[in-house]
């Protein structure tokens, strides 16, 4: 089974539609971010959580929002969804800790969203 | 700010040596990934440097010199299988994220 999962993995909806994008993981890692990815501009981070009880915004989170309902678990919404939010929807679970004076932050993705925006 | 720059497009053939360079501006820095990414797959984790130096894992190695801002991935003995975006990513301690690069689209010919 994979350790990070992300539902649907397709998705095709109108513009001003709500939609929430799901994201669950069994790595019992704390740390859980979601990110866009647009053709030739990487992967961009929208918001991002450290723990249950804290949310942060990344570098684009205008029009999403985001909950996190338990430690596995980390959704993505758009509150009314436009044409230029169709992208790829990447969720990420983070191993991060210290090891001397060494920082150690590892990434896992999960497979992605397509998502469009008609 | 911040920023990071990477090649967007680097062609080989099969056995051959490629050398994806990564320069980066960034404050509180502790550390250099690079990730793989498969058209339309998940990037998946290749390589970290958080001290100066060569770290190699089988084909692959990376390199980091931190007081010049730079790293670059070495991937050895190019397969087919090697096709695929590059991206390398730094960490900060003042917000502890990463920031990815905008990605190097490695094309491997036979």
């Known amino acids: 089974d994979a350790d990070v999962t992300q539902t649907p993995r397709n998705r095709i909806t109108k513009t001003g539609k709500r939609i929430m994008l799901e994201c669950s993981q069994t790595?019992?890692?704390?740390?859980m971010y979601w990110y866009r990815q647009d053709p030739g501009l990487g992967l961009r981070l929208i918001y991002y959580?450290?723990?249950?009880?804290?949310?942060n915004k990344g570098e684009i989170s205008d029009g999403y929002s985001v909950s996190r309902q338990a430690q596995a678990k980390f959704s993505l919404s758009l509150e009314s969804a436009i044409p230029n939010q169709t992208a790829l929807y990447f969720c990420?679970?983070?191993?991060?800790?210290?090891?001397?004076?060494?920082?150690?932050?590892?990434?896992?993705f999960g497979p992605g969203t397509r998502l469009t925006v008609l | 700010g911040q920023s990071l720059e990477q090649p967007s497009e680097v062609t080989a053939v099969e056995g051959a040596i490629v050398q994806i360079n990564c320069t980066y501006q960034?404050?509180?820095?502790?550390?250099l990934s690079w990730y793989q990414q498969h058209d339309g797959g998940a990037p998946t984790f290749l390589s970290y440097n958080a001290l100066d130096g060569l770290e190699e894992t089988g084909r692959f190695s990376s390199f980091l010199s931190r007081s010049d801002s730079y790293g670059y991935l070495l991937l050895q003995e190019l397969q087919m299988k090697d096709s695929a975006s590059y991206f390398c990513a730094v960490g900060r301690s003042n917000d502890y994220k990463l920031s990815f690069g905008a990605g190097t689209t490695v094309t491997v010919r036979a």
């Open positions: 959580s450290f723990d249950v009880k804290d949310i």
């Open positions: 990420a679970t983070s191993e991060y800790g210290t090891s001397g004076t060494r920082t150690v932050d590892t990434q896992y």
């Open positions: 960034t404050s509180g820095f502790y550390g």
């Open positions: 790595k019992g890692h704390d740390r």
